[in-house]
């Protein structure tokens, strides 16, 4: 998958992240991170792929809880199916 398609940024918790919107509907990518028990390599990979290699980066800013990396995903779902209605 290209680097950058579809770079999107969405506000969460008062921050301002960027994702890419193409990357986040992908069939691949999105079985990837509900495989996350059977493959949790798969699932970080897929996160640094919509995150534009920034999930480090992104979790230290939410305060290093993967909790909360899962939680800005959901709102770039979100913000990515709402933008496109």
Do not use: W
């Not at 301002?16 to 509907?25: L, Q, T």
Request: with cysteine; hydrophobic share 35%; glycine share 6%.
């Amino acid at each position: 998958m290209p680097e950058k398609r579809n770079i999107k940024t969405a506000e969460f918790e008062g921050i301002e992240f960027e994702y890419d919107a193409d990357a986040i509907v992908s069939y691949k990518l999105t079985k990837a991170i509900t495989n996350v028990e059977k493959d949790p390599v798969g699932y970080f990979d897929a996160m640094s792929i919509i995150f534009c290699g920034k999930d480090d980066e992104y979790a230290e800013k939410l305060g290093g809880s993967a909790a909360k990396l899962v939680q800005l995903y959901e709102a770039c779902v979100r913000d990515s199916t709402t933008a496109k209605n």
